[in-house]
């Protein structure tokens, strides 16, 4: 059992993260400048420490100072004497670099396919028409065995099924022209914001961010949001993709003795904001449902009205700093929030939101027993890394150093849709067989033994390379495959793509 992690104390109490209720999820909430960027470092760098490995997006750009040595200021030495605050021990923490721009650290990207339509149609602020064309577009790739990779792919995707929308209407239902154009412009949108590089390959390995370093501290891993946060819809959809696929590639574990993964949603008002009930439905699931693989999700937000209560329900752990009450939502943000907490003789909870100092919170966390402690008036300590962002030298050296350099850096363009559609490899099967022995040498008009043939029947039964690498499916590819998707049909495409916008179900990936 892991030693309990402590996050605040007072004179007369500690706080304390028990790392085996860790996965229970949490709330950090408060103003603009309480200190919830600090209590994020202090828990990050606690749960490191332990073993377990942390993903956050840095929106402010200033978390990177986690990967270095703090050091003591004279106004931090100020403000722990005055509270009674012991020096930290100053170390940094292992950490990997990752930014969807490959600007700021290692590329992340993902295929349109195992984004998949519900996701993409909320980055694109589908209606629910458009959604529709949007679900048929990928089931008509899916019974072509057209694989949607890249922008390129779903565009080309989308002009063949505009151009041949009669062909379809019997088979698919209605393809209106409106509503291709509409995801067509969406598409250029992201495009403009730099989407683009976001979908392709090769795609992000949810596995490398559950690493440690040769200390056994778990790594640390920070997106570079701050450039990201200019696509509000397409952080949040980012984020709610990663949280997906950790749901949809993790083993179920129950409750281990610490988590495999902390995934801290800062700015978690974008993933809620203007999304239909049916995505919130199953945002609450997937919530639900993540802490059995051993992964709790930390929602960081100023408002704790900014998460629908079906989702507030499912987080145990919180850490409350000042609320400004100016307006009469905020009052009713106050109210409700000294409702929500559970309370302690002698702690007027309600009037102390109001009246909380910088770096000071109410605390709230689970207890042995997975019963919410009495709130407590308690000061963050102070990470043990540094406050604030590094420099462009110390970020070269991380990204230099890093256990994935190298990685993610180079695309990769494998045939797929896009190919298909303009006619550079066969569409199916079939053609593939027609294509190969069209190709193989001919002697007497019989194939050639020694390179044809056989290599022909190789081919057609288990698949070749194309000339710039890609695997064509063989016969016995297409066979399993086909199984696989006809036993996982009911059960895997409902679960993934209805719940989390993937392709196939059960930690299946479709590359």
């Known amino acids: 059992m892991s030693d309990p992690l ?62 270095q040595t703090g050091k003591l200021s004279d106004k931090m030495a100020a403000v722990l004497k005055e509270r009674g605050l012991d020096i930290p021990a100053f170390a940094p923490c292992p950490a990997t670099l990752w930014d969807v721009f490959g600007e700021q650290g290692h590329p992340v990207r993902a295929t349109v396919s195992d984004m998949g339509p519900l996701l993409l149609g909320r980055m694109l602020n589908l209606n629910d028409t458009q959604e529709g064309v949007l679900n048929l577009v990928f089931k008509i790739a899916d019974d072509r065995g057209m694989l949607l990779l890249d922008l390129k792919d779903l565009r080309a995707m989308l002009q063949h099924v505009g151009d041949n929308a009669k062909d379809f209407t019997t088979e698919y239902g209605n393809i209106s022209p409106a509503s291709i154009g509409a995801i067509q412009r969406g598409l250029l949108q992201i495009e403009q914001q730099g989407g683009d590089k976001f979908f392709g390959e090769p795609m992000l390995d949810i596995h490398d961010f559950m690493q440690t370093d040769g200390n056994g501290h778990g790594m640390v891993n920070i997106l570079a949001a ?58 609450e699931l997937v919530v639900r449902l993540v802490r059995s693989k051993g992964v709790g999700v930390y929602f960081v937000t100023q408002n704790p009205l900014d998460i629908p209560d079906s989702v507030l329900a499912q987080l145990g752990n919180r850490v409350q700093h000042v609320l400004r009450a100016f307006t009469p939502r ?133 698949g070749s390379t194309g000339p710039r690498g890609g695997k064509h499916d063989g016969v016995a590819q297409l066979v399993v495959k086909s199984a696989v998707r006809t036993v996982g049909s009911a059960i895997g495409r409902e679960i993934v793509r209805g719940v989390l916008g993937g392709l196939l179900g059960g930690g299946g990936r479709r590359r």
């Open 330 to 462: 905020d009052q009713k943000a106050v109210a409700a929030t000294a409702q929500t907490m559970r309370p302690k003789k002698g702690l007027d909870i309600e009037a102390a939101i109001t009246d909380l100092a910088v770096g000071e919170a109410l605390v709230s966390l689970l207890d042995a027993k997975g019963r919410p402690s009495e709130t407590e008036r308690v000061f963050v300590l102070p990470p043990a890394s540094q406050l604030g962002p590094i420099t462009a030298d110390q970020r070269q050296n991380l990204l230099q150093n890093s256990l994935v350099a190298g990685v993610y850096e180079k695309t990769v363009d494998r045939d797929s849709a896009y190919e298909m559609i303009k006619g550079r490899i066969p569409a199916a099967a079939g053609n593939a067989a027609q294509a190969t022995q069209a190709a193989a040498p001919v002697k007497g008009g019989v194939a050639d033994a020694g390179g044809g043939l056989l290599a022909g029947v190789s081919d057609m039964l288990f």
């Open 226 to 283: 701050d450039k990201l946060m200019n696509s509000p819809r397409l952080y949040a959809t980012f984020l709610l993709w990663m949280l997906s696929e950790l749901f949809e590639q993790l083993p179920e574990i129950g409750d281990p003795d610490k988590p495999k993964l902390v995934f801290f949603f800062d700015e978690a008002h974008l993933l809620f904001n203007e999304a239909p009930k049916a995505l919130i439905e199953r945002i």
């Open 6 to 67: 402590l996050i605040a104390r007072n004179a007369k109490t500690e706080c304390f993260l028990l790392p085996q209720l860790a996965n229970r999820h949490g709330l950090i909430t408060g103003a603009t400048g309480s200190g919830k960027t600090v209590t994020l470092q202090t828990m990050a760098q606690n749960l490191s420490r332990t073993g377990v490995p942390v993903f956050m997006a840095d929106v402010k750009g200033d978390l990177t100072g986690l990967s």
